[in-house]
């Protein structure tokens, strides 16, 4: 079909416009892209740490806005950094279940943070709670204390095994649970920025890093996971901190002031858990923990430490009591294979445990117990001794791994441990 000169020059000028069209399409088109992956990997920043208005890649708990984030009694350096980092994620507010150990009181000095609130001060019967770095009742302040009406946890964030004694909650719906065997709880509350592009503030980062150092011995420690590796990396640029020297001030910081109380010393690291036992008895046990540079602090009033150990055993009724010293420094300096580590041995309950479990040598008079180079108690002390005073095991995670129950012994501490199929008693 011939074409009038008109209509040949109509027909290239439409082809120029169509060409012309296409590639503004195409160019906005590779521009949308290009802002999309900008967004998607710019770290948002929320100056006030709210989590409300942030834009969330991944779903993250459901939990109220008016929660009240808070750890395990005798809290940690987890307990308030944790509980503070996930409270100004998700909104709410936070507070610790006792007064701050000397290590969180030196971070809390040492980096200007706020004086924290007192569970006691502000929580209220009917406060919808979220559970900071334990699971157990028996650890945490709303079912230690007597109060009328039942808790309302609404979630959990631990990094600890599920529990015999695991937490109930008056609410209607499940709770939201946020568990991962990691070497910290702090790690997991970073995570959770992390995954949803959000950028922590310097005074949350510097918390959190001094929390993941402490749970983790500055990345050195048997708990230690890869995650807690990435968190500390991801954070020191906002934190601006040293490892080495941090973990170092850390350490030496835990030594108690010298007009602190046996008991005062005893309750910086401790927790209780509790066991049901096949009779359906409940085995309570007490673990301290004392993780220093001066291991000798201790150690040279030995004698002093037991016999608070065995009073307070009989006053609240407990059926073991564990004390573990660990020189912490000299794992961090020398590698974790060569840190020395002692465990005190209140009683026979104690010590017959201890040569079942453990194996280590014990001292002329039987009350303590070299367990070197062990330190962790959720990965290396709690486990395998968890596995002969529970049915089943307490801990359902990676950290977990059960004795035979032969393994232990029959009717040598008494009527918990009978196991019924023995009709005589057996020496360890």
């Known amino acids: 079909v011939r074409r009038t000169p008109v209509e040949e020059k109509t027909m290239k000028i439409q082809n120029r416009v169509l060409r012309t069209q296409l590639a503004v399409l195409g160019l906005l088109t590779v521009l949308l892209l290009f802002v999309m992956l900008l967004f ?40 308030y950094c944790a509980a503070w980092a996930a409270a100004s994620f998700y909104g709410g507010s936070y ?8 290590e969180t009181a030196y971070v809390i000095d040492r980096f200007g943070f706020g004086t924290p609130q007192q569970f006691v001060d502000v929580y209220k019967q009917t406060t919808p709670m979220v559970l900071i770095d334990h699971n157990q009742a028996s650890q945490s302040p709303a079912f230690t204390e007597n109060f009328d009406i039942f808790p309302v946890v609404e979630g959990i964030i631990d990094s600890h095994g599920v529990q015999d004694d695991f937490i109930s909650t008056s609410i209607d719906g499940p709770m939201a649970l946020d568990f991962r065997p990691w070497g910290s709880t ?14 922590p503030s310097k ?42 020297e941090l973990t170092i001030d850390l350490i030496n910081a835990r030594v108690p002031s010298s007009d602190a109380s046996i008991e005062d010393v005893l309750n910086i690291d401790a ?20 993780d220093t540079s001066d291991p000798d602090y201790i150690l040279q009033w030995k004698s002093q430490f037991l016999k608070e150990m065995q009073k307070e055993k ?16 000299e794992f961090f300096e ?15 309950d104690e010590r017959n445990a201890a040569v079942a479990v453990y194996g280590g040598a014990l001292d002329k008079d039987g009350s ?30 990676l950290f977990s791994f059960s004795l035979p129950r032969d393994f232990f012994f029959r009717e040598t501490i008494g009527n918990d441990f009978r196991d019924s199929s023995s009709s005589g008693s057996e020496d360890l």
């Not at 008016?66 to 307990?79: E, K």
């Not at 507070?95 to 000397?102: F, I, Q, T």
């Open 203 to 244: 005074d949350i980062a510097r918390c959190l890093l001094s929390s993941i150092y402490s749970d983790t011995v500055g990345l050195e420690g048997p708990t230690t996971t890869e995650h807690d590796k990435i968190a500390a990396e991801k954070l020191t640029p906002i934190a601006k901190l040293s490892r080495e």
């Open 314 to 329: 009989k006053d609240k009724n407990l059926d073991f009591y564990f004390l573990s010293v660990v020189n912490t420094l």
């Open 271 to 290: 927790k209780i858990y509790q066991f049901a036992w096949e009779d359906d008895s409940i085995i309570t046990l007490k673990w301290s923990c004392f």
């Open 95 to 102: 507070a610790l279940a006792g007064e701050p150990s000397p």
């Open 368 to 397: 303590a117990m070299d367990v070197s180079p062990m330190m962790s108690r959720k990965l290396q002390f709690l486990p395998p001794l968890s596995s002969i005073l529970s049915d089943p095991p307490f801990s359902l995670f």
């Open 40 to 79: 998607m990997s710019y770290p948002y920043r929320d100056e006030h740490d709210k989590g409300g208005s942030a834009y969330n890649f991944l779903p993250g708990l459901d939990l109220p806005d008016d929660a009240l984030f808070v750890g395990h009694v005798n809290p940690s350096t987890t307990c």
């Open 334 to 348: 020398n590698g974790k294979d060569n840190g020395i580590s002692t465990l005190l041995l209140p009683s026979e």
């Open 186 to 199: 702090a790690t997991i509350v970073y995570y959770q920025y992390y995954e949803r592009h959000r950028t």
